[in-house]
């Protein structure tokens, strides 16, 4: 057991405590957990109020190694999670490729080293407020319907997310008051990433032009958005295990279905056919086979092998879904 650390009676920190202490309770009561680490405001605060506030804690430092000195930087914040109390601290390098650029490569690579590394307890990531309202711009500018803009979950086993809630400020206020420099990552003030644009210039555009509050107007926007996706998913469950009949679905049993929750049981059943990267138009032009029926041929969806499509057909009443050769 990590033995408590004690903490000084500040506000930042306080309130960086009590998030944890909140989510503990109602995810993971008395239970160990690893905290991701980069060294960074926001996961160091972290850190220190999970080990005040959790029975066990360990850290997991990631080094995506994509700049000279990463080992060092890791390493250091290693040391500190020992410090703040942490009952171990292991530094993971990790190899960064594959598509989708480098943020989602490294974030991809990230995940996975954490996921092996927890040893089946849940993960503490130290996205904040404002990580929030960043991802719900960037589903808006995706456009692909409520499901991309309503950001991140503050529990997604073995993800967990106490400090949603939670202004970056907080994090750096914490840190001073801990007596904590934390490492700042060049990546973060890089105008080529899309994500460091919406930071600096457009989220303190819309503040300054609505007056202030937009951040966190985005996060409640998130959470409502979530609260009422988790129905419409529940019941495209539903939907979808009623309609299925072997690895068709019968369309009988969808075409009085509203549109929000059909599209879902078909997105569900897309992915279990073997879908990948669904997109939204992909998603509607299967959803026009029972909504917009005119014989119209099938649907070519991301998925299988070089010279092999996965293909979403009508035929007979019913929807299957199959791979074809090119």
């Known amino acids: 057991m990590t033995a408590r650390v004690v903490l000084p009676e500040e506000p930042a920190i306080l309130d960086v405590r009590h998030a944890v202490r909140a989510w503990l309770s109602r995810h993971h009561p008395a239970g160990a957990v690893v905290v991701a680490l980069s060294g960074g405001a926001d996961s160091l605060a972290l850190t220190a109020a999970a080990v005040a506030e959790a029975p066990s804690v360990r850290?997991?430092?990631?080094?995506?190694?994509?700049?000279?000195?990463?080992?060092?930087?890791?390493?250091?914040?290693?040391?500190?999670?020992?410090?703040?109390?942490?009952?171990?601290?292991?530094?993971?390098?990790?190899?960064?490729?594959?598509?989708?650029?480098?943020?989602?490569?490294?974030?991809?690579?990230?995940?996975?080293?954490?996921?092996?590394?927890?040893?089946?307890?849940?993960?503490?990531?130290?996205?904040?407020?404002?990580?929030?309202?960043?991802?719900?711009?960037?589903?808006?500018?995706?456009?692909?319907?409520?499901?991309?803009?309503?950001?991140?979950?503050?529990?997604?086993?073995?993800?967990?997310?106490?400090?949603?809630?939670?202004?970056?400020?907080?994090?750096?206020?914490?840190?001073?008051?801990?007596g904590l420099a934390p490492h700042e990552d060049p990546h973060n003030s890089d105008p080529a990433f899309t994500r460091v644009r919406l930071r600096h210039e457009v989220l303190p555009l819309l503040e300054a032009a609505l007056g202030g509050g937009v951040a966190a107007a985005l996060a409640r926007t998130a959470e409502h958005l979530r609260e009422d996706g988790e129905v419409l998913d529940a019941l495209a469950e539903q939907t979808a295990a009623s309609a299925r009949d072997g690895d068709d679905l019968v369309i009988e049993y969808l075409v009085?279905?509203?549109?929000?929750?059909?599209?879902?049981?078909?997105?569900?059943?897309?992915?279990?056919?073997?879908?990948?990267?669904?997109?939204?138009?992909?998603?509607?032009?299967?959803?026009?086979?029972?909504?917009?029926?005119?014989?119209?041929?099938g649907v070519a969806l991301g998925g299988g092998r070089v010279g092999v499509r996965l293909v979403a057909s009508r035929r007979r009443g019913r929807l299957s879904a199959g791979f074809v050769n090119d």
Do not use: F, N
């Open 59 to 178: 850290a997991v430092v990631v080094d995506h190694r994509l700049q000279d000195g990463s080992g060092k930087v890791a390493a250091v914040a290693a040391a500190r999670a020992l410090d703040l109390g942490c009952a171990g601290a292991d530094v993971v390098p990790v190899d960064v490729s594959g598509p989708g650029g480098l943020e989602a490569a490294a974030r991809s690579a990230r995940y996975a080293a954490l996921d092996a590394a927890r040893s089946g307890h849940p993960v503490l990531l130290g996205h904040t407020l404002d990580d929030q309202a960043e991802t719900v711009l960037l589903g808006l500018a995706r456009g692909s319907g409520g499901r991309s803009i309503r950001g991140m979950a503050g529990h997604d086993a073995p993800w967990g997310r106490p400090l949603l809630g939670v202004r970056r400020d907080v994090t750096r206020r914490a840190c001073a008051e801990l």
């Open 256 to 297: 009085d279905v509203p549109v929000a929750v059909r599209r879902r049981a078909l997105r569900l059943w897309l992915l279990d056919s073997g879908a990948k990267a669904l997109t939204d138009k992909q998603l509607r032009a299967v959803d026009e086979l029972i909504g917009r029926w005119r014989g119209q041929g």
